[in-house]
């Protein structure tokens, strides 16, 4: 271990973790290493994600609000959905101290274990109908939970994959961390459409549905192990020490980032919305009005993931041809005419429900590609690490948090064009912040 990393490991980390830097002080861990730690984290925090979201739709406006209708069921749960987005600033600010005190590899053990056992507590979820207003209580608890180690398990291997990527490799890397989404919803995706197509709709309900959140436990158990052994070598304490990616605190970062920050959260506005539509809000859809079978549809939406993580890795292609900054706008401009085609086209039944869901996952592809992290070499040195979560945690507020409420309330008011009015709005938010911000990415993406 060098000098300058051993400064860095006693400075920083826990007993325990300046122990397993010693221990793995030989080995070398090149970007490849990195990237399939970084795959396999999202890819476990996207899947406790999605299933949480398959259940808002499918399982918990019966399981919660028996007496309500199906629309005001699932509202009421998607205003539980939103709460997570609301806890995860507070989850960084929380982990931030915890960070600068007692290492990354304390965090994230506490954070993964928390994400894991919030998740895998919903398993138990009592009916409405068994202990009353209480089981709505302990899910509003158990997704405010979840938030906020979603909040705790930022770990910095994605800025350092975007900040130490050959020049002209800049967007290929920025990609990678991306993928876990599609894959975490493909497997999240997966196993619904299992549970539901091999169980009677009232087992389902019952307990079928339960064994998805058992496996979230497991899932993140594995993911954290892995991240771990990343985060314990003494090369990514020298690589953080290079790029200074320690856990500034929150209000130094917005005192002399603030700007960034805001910009950074209002560029992907457009891929974030659409991210609810052509999943959370497709199922609903699909459940409440075209009397489609739920587990039919989660298996075309696996597809459209599929296609989703093909558009991702072209975005790596085409950024660093384009620029990421030219194909973040042409991905805009895509969805912001897909947003006024696709009802004209949907309500003379020109294209069907599967057809623009596997169209949106394509499109989705692309831009969520290269909708995060963008701005990492934007921050100044030692706001990075803490710059970067916070900017993801209120792109994913502002963008996403309420999208599956916000366009059921307009499908219900308005019929389709009124989530096409929604996706446009966000189409013209990327738009405007690309245009007034013509910096934007210009160390990473020009």
């Not at 690589?239 to 002399?256: I, P, S, Y």
Request: proline share 3%.
């Amino acid at each position: 271990m060098n000098q300058t990393t051993e400064n860095y490991a006693t400075a920083t980390s826990s007993g325990l973790e300046r122990d397993a830097r010693q221990q793995y002080a030989g080995d070398a861990h090149d970007p490849g290493q990195i990237a399939l730690g970084v795959i396999i984290g999202r890819t476990s925090e996207f899947f406790d994600f999605f299933v949480y979201c398959i259940a808002s739709v499918l399982v918990f406006p019966q399981l919660l609000f028996p007496g309500e209708t199906a629309l005001m069921g699932t509202m009421y749960s998607f205003a539980i959905f939103s709460l997570a987005f609301i806890a995860r600033p507070i989850g960084s600010l929380a982990f931030m101290t915890v960070d600068r005190h007692h290492g990354r590899g304390v965090k994230l053990t506490i954070a993964m274990f928390m994400l894991g056992g919030s998740t895998a507590a919903m398993a138990f979820l009592p009916s409405f109908d068994s202990v009353g207003v209480f089981a709505i209580y302990l899910l509003c608890a158990f997704r405010f939970l979840q938030g906020v180690a979603w909040g705790g398990a930022w770990d910095g291997l994605a800025s350092l994959l975007a900040l130490n990527a050959p020049d002209n490799r800049k967007g290929w890397y920025a990609m990678i961390p991306q993928l876990g989404a599609p894959l975490g919803f493909m497997l999240a995706s997966s196993l619904f459409a299992y549970l539901i197509l091999t169980l009677h709709p009232d087992d389902f309900l019952a307990f079928g549905w339960r064994y998805a959140f058992f496996v979230a436990f497991a899932i993140n158990v594995v993911a954290l192990f892995a991240r771990l052994r990343l985060v314990a070598t003494s090369e990514f304490g020298h690589l953080l020490e290079q790029n200074e990616l320690h856990a500034a605190r929150v209000m130094d970062t917005l005192k002399h980032n603030g700007r960034t920050v805001l910009l950074g959260a209002l560029v992907p506005m457009v891929s974030y919305a659409l991210f609810h539509l052509v999943t959370v809000f497709a199922l609903t859809w699909v459940y409440l009005y075209a009397d489609g079978n739920a587990g039919q549809f989660l298996l075309t939406q696996g597809v459209g993931a599929v296609l989703c993580a093909f558009g991702i890795i072209a975005s790596g292609f085409i950024a660093d041809q384009l620029g990421r900054r030219r194909l973040l706008g042409y991905s805009a401009g895509i969805i912001l005419a897909g947003a006024i085609l696709t009802p004209l086209l949907y309500t003379y039944n020109i294209i069907n429900e599967g057809m623009i869901v596997l169209g949106g996952f394509a499109v989705l592809g692309l831009c969520f590609g290269q909708a995060a992290g963008t701005l990492a070499s934007n921050f100044k040195r030692e706001y990075r690490y803490t710059g970067s979560a916070l900017t993801s945690d209120l792109a994913w507020l502002l963008g996403a948090g309420f999208a599956p409420l916000i366009a059921l309330y307009l499908c219900d008011k308005f019929g389709l064009p009124g989530v096409g009015a929604y996706l446009m709005s966000g189409a013209v938010v990327t738009l405007l912040v690309l245009q007034f911000n013509k910096q934007f990415g210009a160390k990473t993406t020009d």
